[in-house]
């Protein structure tokens, strides 16, 4: 059964940057489309960005567009999300997870995605 686990998470002044990880176990990352999602207090878990299996394809949230990239590095079984230009609306629980079906590109819908990590916490602040 897929791990992942993120992280890179912390507290950042707005306008800061922070680069999340998440290393995933298991021989078959490669073969997986990835992405990443975040939950903020109160709110229904949100897309943020996904990547496809090879890495060629990327989607973004519009609200992360621009300021976030999405990667990954198969040789290391990681994916990483660079987080720039924070706001403190980017506040949350940030998520990676792995999709359900093989050799699928990256998604926006969660259902689309079966292993989860288990978080971790972005906090923009002053």
């Known amino acids: 059964q897929a791990q992942l686990v993120e992280s890179g998470g912390g507290l950042v002044q707005p306008g800061g940057s922070l680069r999340l990880s998440c290393a995933a176990s298991?021989?078959?990352?490669?073969?997986?489309?990835m992405g990443w999602f975040r939950q903020a207090p109160g709110k229904e878990r949100e897309f943020v960005a996904a990547?496809?299996?090879?890495?060629?394809?990327?989607d973004y949230a519009d609200s992360v567009k621009g300021r976030f990239t999405i990667s990954r590095d198969n040789a290391k079984n990681t994916l990483y999300l660079q987080m720039n230009s924070l706001k403190p609306e980017d506040t949350a629980v940030y998520y990676c997870a792995k999709r359900r079906i093989p050799y699928r590109a990256g998604s926006r819908y969660s259902h689309d995605y079966e292993y989860w990590g288990q978080g971790t916490q972005v906090t923009v602040s002053t």
């Open positions: 298991g021989r078959t990352f490669s073969s997986y489309g």
């Open positions: 990547i496809s299996m090879s890495g060629s394809s990327t």
